[in-house]
Structure formats: C-alpha cells, structure tokens
C-alpha cells in the first residue's frame, strides 16, 4: 500500500539562505556552511566554483579561494524557518516540519479548496515568495520520501505512479550512505533494484533500518504525518487614522489597547511576564521597548506600562542637548503589544498581597510601621486550628509572630511513623479528632461576641433544653438582643458539647441549634446556663 498523497515545499540551500536572514551573509556570494570541517550546504556561486557537499574546509578553499565559511548552527535554521512554516499554515493546516528548510502536509484538503493540485503547490510557492521573500519548490506524491525528491525537480508523480518514480533512482536517494555503500557492492544500485528484494530477507540481512529503507524503496511511508499545532497569534495591534501626539491620548490608546491583550492571553489560559511595546509614527520611525515584570502582568499592569513608554516617547527631548532621548517627528499611528514572555497562569500563584516579588516586602514594611504606631495587637492574621466550635477553630496571632493554632488541628493525610520506624496505619478521615465539632458547612461570619437571644415556641413560651438534650417545643420564633420577633422557617439540632469536665474551672456544656429564619438567613445558636447565644452567621 503506497502512502498518502503528500505536498512538501522545500527550500534549496536553507541554511545558506538562514545564514543570510539572520547574520547578514549575502547568499549570492560564495558560501559554505561547515559542520565538523566538512561542507553541509553551499550557496549556488560555491557549486560553480567546484565547492560540493562533504569536501574538506581546505579542499573546498581551494577550489574557491573566495569562499565564505559559516558555521553550522541548527537553532539558527529552525528560527529561520519558522516563518516560511507560519505562512504555508495561511494556505493550508496540518503542517509537518520535516527539517529546517523542508515541511510537508496532506495534499488532498489544499487541492480541492485550490482547483488541483498543481494549483495548490504554485499558491503556496507564490505565497511564501510573497511573504518570506525565499524561493522555493513543492512536490507531490504519495508519500513523504517520494514528495521530497518530487520537490528537488519541481515534480507533481500522478497517483499511483510513485513506485515508477522512485524505482530509476540510485540509492543514495535513501540518505544512508552506509546502507547505500553496502548495497552498490552487492550489486544494487537502483531503488527498484532494492525494492525487488524480499521483505524478509531484507530484514534479515539489515536489520530493522534497512527495512524501513526497503519500504522507502517501495514507495511505502512507514508513518502518517505529525501535524504541528499553530502558535497562537497573541499579539494585538491597533491603527489610529489621526497620529497620537498627547500623552491623554496615548493613555487612552493604551488602555484599550491593555484590555485587548489581557482577555486574549485569558482565553488561552495564559499570563505576560515580558511585554514589548512598538509603535510607528506617522513618517515611519519605528519605536520599540521591552518590560519585564517579576509576577504576572493584569491588565491594569499592561496598560501602566504602556502609558508610561508611550508618554516617555512623546515627551522626550527635542534633540537640541536635551539628555532624554528624541521626540518623535510625528506622533503615532499604529501601536503593537507583543507578549514576548508567557506561561501558564496556574505557574505564578498571587499572595495575600497581590503580585510576587516585591510587593511582599512593601506589604510587610507597611504593617510592621502600623504595628510600631499602633501597637503588636493592631495588625493580626488568622491561624485555622482544631476545636468544636467556628470561634474556637481561629486563632489571631500579631504579624510576625510564629503562626501556631492554639489546638491541635486535625491530621493530614500523609502516614505517621511509630516509634518501631515501621509506616503505621493512615488517620481515618471518617473520625474526626474532634467529637462533636459541627458538620459542614462553616458560617461565613463568627461573631467575636456572641448575643443574647431568645426562643419561643408556636405558644410564646420560652424553649428550653433539659440536661438530657430534651427540647421542650419545636422553635417556632427568635428574638436577637431587643430587635424584632422573627419567624424560625427550619432547624436542627441539638448537638451538645462537654468540654473539660474534668478541669471545673475550665468545663463548659452546651448545646448548639442551626436555624434558619423566614426571611433567608442562617444562624448558628446555642444555650449555654439556659441563655441562648448567636455565635456565628452562615452566608
């Protein structure tokens, strides 16, 4: 079975051509790009000079004495390359980068939204020439190794034609020159010579790398395509039909402009530590500016920063020995944010304070000055802790003191050693270390002082609790301090509490109600000496 119908542009002599987009190498000249002192590409004047791929730096200086040399450096042709890759992506999706200066994708889809597939493959090299200024050429076939020798002669193989194709070309065509070498001995020289060969035999005689070569040889790609994803387009850009020459305008600019940004980075789940500003002025001048941000930039940050560079710009100097840099000659007519530093916005966590870095500090010199006016007790946080009720479960401890709870709170789920060394038996979450703590869920709000209140039942009478948890009537109304009666809608309960009943002067008993009242709000209540208490709101 023969492969897909494969298109694949390739870009003769790419890291010549990388060399000069990048460092500046003029491509028409005589250029050899080295790599452990052997030539790995040569632009077309080198060739005419004699220069080939493999000759020694020597040899090939000699054949061309005026020979520039450059190394190679693959990061270098795959930076390059990109380009070329994003705009084939414009014509046509499900791009496979098979090497710098060479990407592949299905040919069915472009040759029939295109009209053919000849008409595809001349959209594309047109639209690259036009786009990347790089020549180029495509070839279709059925399979990624038939499309890549296609390519080298500007050749669509009509379908189900590339065993023909491949079978008159030699066996160097595979790129294993130690398979090739063998091969020639043994009398094999053509493509189809080596396809003639039974599978298993060939596998037996080379191995598994000679087999997939063998099914090369056949015109058999022994995988589909690995489609990249497209990077995500994250920058914003904005035109002003009227240049910006005022730093009320920009500011305004800026902040539309820091909003746009922020909901598109938001809706890949991302976040800017790096930002670059760019603008352009009405005569062309091209400004542009990085800033860097320790946390994570919010939208309000974005357009700070904008406002700020834009107004650096347009409040500069005039060049007449002023020490800022020049004014622009004209204002500004188009505005680029380009977010040069993302991640994942789970991978910057923000503190109590805001961003990381230093607005920690800033945060703790502030409190500890309030705290040298005011006093330690003036500025608390709150430790969660053990305990049967919400107020006992929060400690306050002044900022900057070691936050201790002042229970035991409950144990957390990693194993506990015994004294033996031995891993000992995980706490079971089902009990509680606390008996009698309230169920779930926790009230909102856990009044420092609890208030009076009273309970009457559907007869206005007063209810009480007997010691035995014995409730005299059903809750029926509720009265907090002197305010109103109001009507109890539910209620539950009663959950009692025996704290310390061997300490007399520490023993308390109660019993704890949850209600809920008609107009929507919940209470957590308890009776304590027959007094009834609101200790806590729930929300």
């Not at 399979?143 to 590339?162: C, K, N, Q, S």
């Amino acid at each position: 079975m023969t492969g897909a119908r494969t298109l694949l542009l390739w870009c003769p002599d790419w890291p010549v051509l990388a060399a000069e987009i990048v460092d500046g190498v003029p491509a028409t000249g005589p250029v050899a790009v080295l790599h452990a002192n052997r030539v790995v590409a040569c632009s077309e004047r080198a060739r005419a000079e004699g220069v080939r791929r493999g000759l020694r730096k020597r040899e090939a200086q000699g054949r061309c004495p005026q020979l520039t040399v450059v190394d190679h450096d693959p990061g270098r042709d795959a930076r390059a390359f990109e380009p070329v890759v994003a705009a084939v992506e414009e014509v046509a999706v499900g791009v496979e980068v098979v090497r710098p200066g060479s990407c592949a994708l299905a040919a069915r889809g472009p040759s029939r939204y295109l009209g053919g597939e000849e008409a595809a493959a001349e959209r594309i090299v047109e639209h690259v020439a036009q786009s990347c200024a790089v020549e180029s050429q495509v070839g279709i076939a059925d399979g990624v190794f038939a499309a890549g020798l296609a390519a080298r002669e500007g050749r669509i193989v009509p379908p189900g034609g590339t065993p023909e194709f491949l079978a008159a070309r030699p066996v160097e065509a595979l790129g294993r020159p130690a398979l090739a070498d063998l091969l020639r001995r043994l009398g094999v020289r053509t493509l189809g010579d080596f396809a003639a060969l039974p599978a298993g035999d060939v596998l037996a005689r080379f191995g598994f790398d000679g087999m997939l070569a063998h099914r090369l040889a056949a015109g058999r790609d022994h995988r589909p395509l690995a489609v990249r994803q497209p990077p995500a387009d994250l920058t914003v850009t904005a035109g002003y039909d009227e240049p910006i020459d005022r730093v009320d305008a920009a500011a305004f600019a800026a902040r539309t402009l820091a909003e746009q940004l922020h909901e598109r980075l938001a809706g890949y789940g991302l976040a800017c530590t790096r930002l670059g500003i760019e603008a352009v002025t009405a005569h062309g001048q091209e400004l542009h500016r990085v800033w860097r941000h320790d946390g994570l930039l919010t939208a309000a940050a974005i357009a700070d920063r904008v406002r700020w560079q834009l107004d650096g710009w347009l409040s500069g100097s005039t060049g007449r020995g002023g020490a800022r840099p020049a004014r622009p000659t004209a204002g500004i007519i188009r505005l680029r944010l380009v977010p040069d530093g993302v991640l994942a916005q789970a991978g910057l966590q923000p503190g109590l304070w805001g961003e990381t870095g230093a607005e920690r500090e800033r945060a703790h010199r502030a409190l500890s000055r309030v705290q040298g006016i005011l006093g330690p007790e003036a500025v608390v946080t709150a430790v969660l802790g053990g305990g049967r009720s919400p107020a006992d479960q929060v400690r306050l401890v002044p900022w900057g003191d070691e936050r201790l709870p002042a229970r035991p709170g409950e144990p957390t789920v990693r194993q506990e050693r015994s004294t033996s060394g031995s891993p000992a038996r995980p706490p079971d979450r089902a009990l509680p270390p606390w008996p009698g703590r309230l169920p779930p869920p926790a009230p909102a709000v856990v009044l420092p002082t609890p208030l009076l209140a009273t309970v009457h039942d559907a007869a206005g009478e007063p209810v009480v609790v007997s010691a035995r948890l014995a409730v005299s009537a059903a809750p029926a109304r509720l009265v907090v301090g002197t305010g109103r009666s109001t009507e109890i809608a539910g209620w539950a309960g009663p959950w009692p509490v025996d704290e310390r009943w061997w300490a007399p002067a520490e023993a308390r008993r109660r019993a704890r109600f949850q209600i809920c009242l008609a107009d929507g709000a919940a209470l957590l209540l308890a009776v304590e000496g027959g007094q009834w208490l609101v200790e806590a709101i729930y929300d």
